[in-house]
């Protein structure tokens, strides 16, 4: 439910990013000295992102087909465009209102009445210092209503220092409170939105929302390989054990170092305290449902290879 069409440029050239395959550690830093994502977090042996973006898309795709993925994928049209060419069934395109490149509603109407898209993802105000409730998002919202398209939006961590790091600027940790949400809800109630990452760390605020509004689902991206494994796992634990196993969906967040979806697929397996029936309904019985797929569709992912 969360990939990333992205190119090495994007994101600034080739980097390393820590995973929790390793420990994981979030050091202080001096304010005196520049502060960056990789000096932010730091483990023994960081893992490489991809050496370019035709190696990026195809190591990518080489991992949606090594297990049997199909994914919401964000990015902008002409970067869809180039990653649907590798792969247009596994590529499920998704597009964002919230940027300086948003469309107006019009638009987005004729686009996913076209096809070119089938979720609002990842939308993220807070990367922008604003709450979901802004004003000029309302339109978008209501659009997703009415059409009935799904939308997923960022609540919670950004990079490790983001609020400091060049291109971050906007991000406020303040902003993550999954309740802001809850005027939107009440606003446009047949919405089907999830709340990417969980709204971690917030997850006491996180299990309130979901517990008085049944339509809102969550995706545990990022956090089930960039953070510490036990204390992913105990947040993951948190929302199983308040009874919500069958609204948390699988996804990786994978922007340019395709084996952190490995590993985020290996961290949901090691976790002891999933039964085998909870660990499919997150890999992938929950998304079925949250995204109405036909049984048609259900068994062409089933019998895939």
Same mark, same amino acid.
């Given at each position: 439910m969360h990939l990333h069409? =992205?190119?090495?440029?994007?994101?600034?050239? #080739?980097?390393?990013?820590? @995973? &929790? $395959?390793?420990a994981v550690e979030f050091p202080g830093l001096d304010p005196r000295q520049p502060m960056t994502v990789q000096a932010a977090a730091v483990c023994a042996e960081p893992t490489m992102s991809s050496s370019s973006t035709p190696k990026l898309i195809e190591e990518t795709v080489a991992m949606l087909e090594r297990y049997n993925i199909y994914a +919401? @994928?964000?990015?902008? %049209?002409? %970067?869809? %465009? !180039?990653?649907r060419a590798a792969s247009p069934d596994r590529i499920i395109p998704a597009l964002g209102f919230d940027d300086d490149d948003a469309e107006a509603p019009d638009v987005y109407r004729r686009l996913y009445a076209d096809r070119e898209f089938r979720v /609002?993802? $990842?939308i993220a105000p807070q990367y922008r210092g604003k709450l979901a409730t802004d004003g000029a998002l309302d339109?978008? /919202?209501? =659009?997703? $209503? !009415? =059409?009935? +398209? #799904?939308?997923? +939006? *960022?609540?919670? !961590?950004g990079p490790p220092g983001g609020a400091h790091v060049t291109g971050y600027g906007g991000y406020k940790a303040a902003l993550t409170s999954p309740l802001q949400l809850e005027d939107i809800l009440l606003k446009h109630p047949k919405l089907r939105l999830y709340v990417m990452h969980f709204g971690s760390p917030l997850v006491d605020e996180m299990i309130a929302l979901l517990y008085s509004h049944p339509q809102v689902y969550v995706d545990i991206a990022q956090n &089930?390989?960039? /953070? #510490? %494994?036990? *204390?992913f796992h105990s947040q993951l634990k948190r929302l199983t054990d308040a009874g919500f196993a069958k609204r948390i969906m699988f996804g990786s967040d994978q922007m340019i170092w395709p084996d952190t979806i490995r590993i985020a697929i290996e961290t949901v397996e090691a976790a002891e305290f999933l039964t085998p029936e909870q660990k499919r309904d997150i890999f992938y019985n929950n998304a079925a449902r949250f995204l109405r797929l036909s049984? *048609? !569709? +259900?068994? =062409?992912? *089933?019998t895939a290879k």
């Open positions: 069409a =992205l190119s090495l440029e994007d994101m600034g050239g #080739p980097m390393a990013v820590c @995973t &929790n $395959e390793q +919401i @994928t964000a990015g902008s %049209r002409e %970067r869809l %465009r !180039e990653w /609002f993802a $990842e339109a978008y /919202f209501a =659009l997703a $209503e !009415e =059409l009935d +398209i #799904p939308i997923g +939006i *960022h609540l919670g !961590e &089930n390989w960039g /953070f #510490p %494994r036990a *204390h049984e *048609h !569709e +259900i068994a =062409l992912h *089933h």
